[in-house]
Nanobody, 125 residues
Framework: QVQLQESGGGLVQVGGSLRLSCAASGYTFTNYAMGWFRQASGKEREFVAAINWSGHSTYYADSVNGRSTISRDNAKNTVYIEISNLKPEDTAVYYC??????????????????WGRGTQVTVSS
């Protein structure tokens, strides 16, 4: 079965950076776009970033654009997101997700088909 396992969360100071990883298994990773979402306490889940099947096309939410990089290693079936200049409002549970197809639009505009369990990121001031 499809499994997505996030890692790399934790407590980070304002202005710091972190890199989250998501290891995928149970399907052909290279056939699908991947994305990151986050959910802060008491708020709805929101889109953060997406990457197409090859890693050559990416898309970011305005909230992280310019200070975030999504990437993937298809040889390792892993997708990453690095966020720098962290702010308290970046505090959330971060989830990775699989798109319904190869283009990143399947993550941004479509409904992801699989989700990880999430990893907590807390930005302290």
């Amino acid at each position: 079965q499809v499994q997505l396992q996030e890692s790399g969360g934790g407590l980070v100071q304002v202005g710091g950076s972190l890199r989250l990883s998501c290891a995928a298994s149970g399907y052909t990773f290279t056939n699908y776009a991947m994305g990151w979402f986050r959910q802060a306490s008491g708020k709805e889940r929101e889109f953060v970033a997406a990457i197409n099947w090859s890693g050559h096309s990416t898309y970011y939410a305005d909230s992280v654009n310019g200070r975030s990089t999504i990437s993937r290693d298809n040889a390792k079936n892993t997708v990453y997101i690095e966020i720098s200049n962290l702010k308290p409002e970046d505090t959330a549970v971060y989830y990775c997700a699989t798109g319904s197809g190869a283009p990143f639009s399947t993550v941004v505009q479509g409904v992801p088909t699989s989700w990880g369990r999430g990893t907590q990121v807390t930005v302290s001031s």
